[in-house]
């Protein structure tokens, strides 16, 4: 699946961030981002794409459901959410909380109890280094440019 994150022209004129994802089967989902909100999507891939997580938000995108659905209330939303998605959350929660907080600071460890127990040092690095090297990217785009990356 392709993932396109496209910064908006003018947030203050309802032309803001987006993200689509273009599944293999050619269909596709999308939805306006908040600002800000992109880094948090970053977090995700690099967790998901570095943990192997296929059941979590874009493993799920990728298999067929639509974003927009993920914002609905639970009662309205046409599937529930995997355990496996739901263990996502807090370990994106920290990578974002280190990377804003203090970067030199490392709040993720291979004994953090919210990592899978088989998690490497390599692999915590790898995630803040992808996460890094995503948000650079985005920061470099000027409003109206996008970038893609593959998941």
């Not at 529930?80 to 920290?94: G, M």
Request: charged residues 25%; aromatic residues 10%; hydrophobic residues 35%.
């Amino acid at each position: 699946m392709r993932i396109r994150f496209k910064k908006g022209k003018n947030q203050h004129k309802h032309r803001p961030d987006t993200l689509t994802c273009i599944r293999e089967d050619g269909s596709v989902t999308w939805t306006h981002i908040h600002r800000g909100f992109a880094q948090h999507d970053f977090a995700h891939y690099v967790v998901e794409k570095t943990l192997g997580y296929k059941n979590a938000f874009f493993g799920l995108v990728a298999q067929g459901y639509n974003i927009p659905d993920f914002s609905l209330p639970t009662s309205e939303r046409p599937f529930k959410i995997p355990k496996e998605a739901l263990e996502v959350e807090p370990i994106v929660a920290l990578l974002l909380a280190e990377r804003w907080n203090n970067p030199s600071r490392n709040l993720i460890n291979h004994e953090s109890k919210e990592l899978p127990e088989n998690t490497t040092p390599e692999q915590i690095q790898e995630m803040r280094q992808g996460l890094l090297k995503l948000i650079r990217r985005w920061d470099a785009l000027s409003p109206g440019e996008a970038f893609e990356i593959v998941f």
